[in-house]
């Protein structure tokens, strides 16, 4: 559902600073820290939130999630270890009904907990849907908007259909996804040998298998989330990989953010061949995932990162966390968030996080991007790497794309319009508009879906993001020794790469 500033419900008096914006969320979930109590095989529901909602008398009953679906366990503050509880303390909880008539709004619901107790405002949310930052608010064909045309246009209020000049940026030739050859061999043959290599995490769809430039399963590692735990994917047991001579047989249109991870890392390549990138597909290729599912990714991670940090086999230290996605936040709430928290604890491990800043051309507040803070001019005991939010700029690399978010800090602006990478090799069911057969073999036109040559060129923050990502990832090269891996000393390393790559910058 999404939230209608004119219509929905908000908070009065003292709260009146959180009238709603625009914001897709489920509709029957909410968010809540401090929900479980009691171990796993005796969980049950906080007495306060139940007794809230039983005072209110809003007719709906509340559900946890299944079994190992809340989020693993990891130390309450990454140090001690003691106190076993989830990494954000945060589960997603579904309401019901009482009265099967009745519709469920979880909006509606939050705002009348806040108001009841002031509590709520910071430990309850709602869960939000995440889209990529590749721009999908309205548009052409649903590539700048969509959800099957959902906004609508709304005035044009999100780039709307009808004329907008954002919607250029979707047209081939001006930034619109579209085929092209690349005569470069892979980044990675020129890669300097390292001791230990930096990682970039990317939370994305999947790194297509069998792109020729990641068949190298020591620089590209795949990862399956199991319960609480994320793993590495053991490529002799992972379903084998198309070929890289074979051409793939013409399939159905593919999903329009189908290859949305494999560009990214096509990114990442190019910029920091060294790098190793860690694929998490949290998405389909319909470019969706809910929020509460994105948590338990990002802590199973930050758990996988800190095996690494304490020398655990089968852990593996993160240095770069690449988020080419967001959500619209609908009011201020989000700075103390489930996501900001979650973040919070990355960069306390030492962990560049850097967002993209979404393609609306808004400045309304794109989560994670819009928690970006200037890195410290001084690097304290306690110092950590912020957030770094990255919009995207034309190819003269002067100007800032139309569709580039305005947000109130935008910290680095990199090419993200037709910019040229990776793409899984497909071969839709559209044909080049003319076609000749002779002696000498086939004579056509390009096939303006047919992507078998692997490369295309794309435009959107999401990809200005890894472009930043991967000079961050560079800078730590140039650091020298990346094998100290404290927090401490991670701190320090990360804060001196934003230092370098942020200098000039006019943010």
């Known amino acids: ?26 509709t029957n979930r909410l968010l809540v820290r401090g929900l479980v109590s009691g171990p796993d095989d005796t969980r049950d529901l906080d007495p306060r939130l139940t007794d809230d909602l039983a005072a209110l008398d809003l007719g709906y009953r509340l559900t946890l999630p299944r079994h190992g679906q809340e989020g693993p366990r990891s130390p309450g503050d990454g140090t001690d270890g003691t106190d076993g509880s989830t990494a954000t303390g945060v589960t997603s909880i579904t309401l019901h009904p009482t009265d099967p008539i009745n519709a469920v709004d979880a909006w509606t619901v939050l705002q009348q907990l806040r108001q009841g107790d002031p509590y709520w405002i910071e430990n309850a949310s709602l869960e939000h849907i995440i889209r990529p930052a590749d721009g999908y608010w309205g548009g052409i064909g649903g590539y700048w908007g969509g959800i099957g045309g959902y906004w609508g246009g709304i005035d044009g209020y999100w780039g709307g259909i009808g004329g907008s000049p954002l919607q250029e940026y979707a047209v081939p030739g001006r930034g619109g996804r579209m085929p092209v050859g690349l005569a470069l061999p892979d980044p990675a043959l020129r890669a300097r040998p390292l001791e230990r290599t930096p990682v970039v995490a990317v939370p994305d769809t999947e790194i297509t298998p069998g792109h020729p430039w990641f068949k190298d399963t020591t620089r590209v ?114 700075r103390k968030g489930p996501v900001a928290d979650l973040l919070g604890r990355f960069a306390r491990c030492g962990v560049v996080v850097v967002a993209g800043a979404g393609n609306d051309g808004s400045r309304d507040p794109f989560v994670p991007a819009s928690l970006a803070a200037p890195p410290p001019r001084r690097i304290a005991p306690t110092s950590t790497p912020p957030v770094s939010s990255v919009g995207a700029c034309n190819p003269d690399g002067s100007t800032v794309a139309l569709f580039s978010n305005d947000l109130e800090l935008i910290s680095a602006v990199r090419q993200g319009v037709s910019v040229v990478s990776t793409l899984p090799l ?24 047919d992507y078998t040559g692997g490369f295309g060129v794309w435009s959107g923050t999401s990809f200005a993001t890894p472009v930043f990502a991967a000079e961050v990832a560079a800078a730590l090269v140039a650091e020298g020794d990346l094998t100290e891996v404290s927090d401490r000393a991670m701190c320090k390393r990360s804060i001196r790469a934003l230092r370098v790559c942020l200098a000039g910058e006019g943010s």
């Open 1 to 26: 559902r999404a939230i209608d500033p004119a219509t929905a419900k908000r908070l009065v008096g003292e709260q009146e600073g959180l009238a709603p914006r625009p914001a897709l969320y489920l």
């Open 426 to 449: 497909t071969n839709g069911m559209g044909q080049p508009s003319t076609r000749v057969v002779g002696d000498g073999g086939v004579r056509c036109t390009v096939d303006p879906d």
């Open 221 to 334: 590692l795949r990862t399956a989330l199991e319960g609480s735990e994320l793993v590495i994917v053991d490529p002799a047991t992972a379903p084998p990989a198309v070929a890289a001579e074979e051409s793939p047989k013409p399939v159905d249109p593919a999903a329009l953010l189908g290859g949305h991870g494999t560009f990214i890392a096509g990114l990442i390549r190019q910029g920091c061949p060294e790098a190793t990138i860690l694929s998490l597909p949290v998405m389909g290729d319909d470019g969706i995932v809910e929020e509460g599912d994105l948590l338990r990714w990002l802590e199973a991670l930050l758990a996988l990162h800190q095996r690494g940090q304490q020398g655990g086999a089968d852990g593996l230290v993160i240095d770069v966390l690449s988020l080419s996605m967001g959500y619209y936040a609908e009011d201020q709430t989000y």
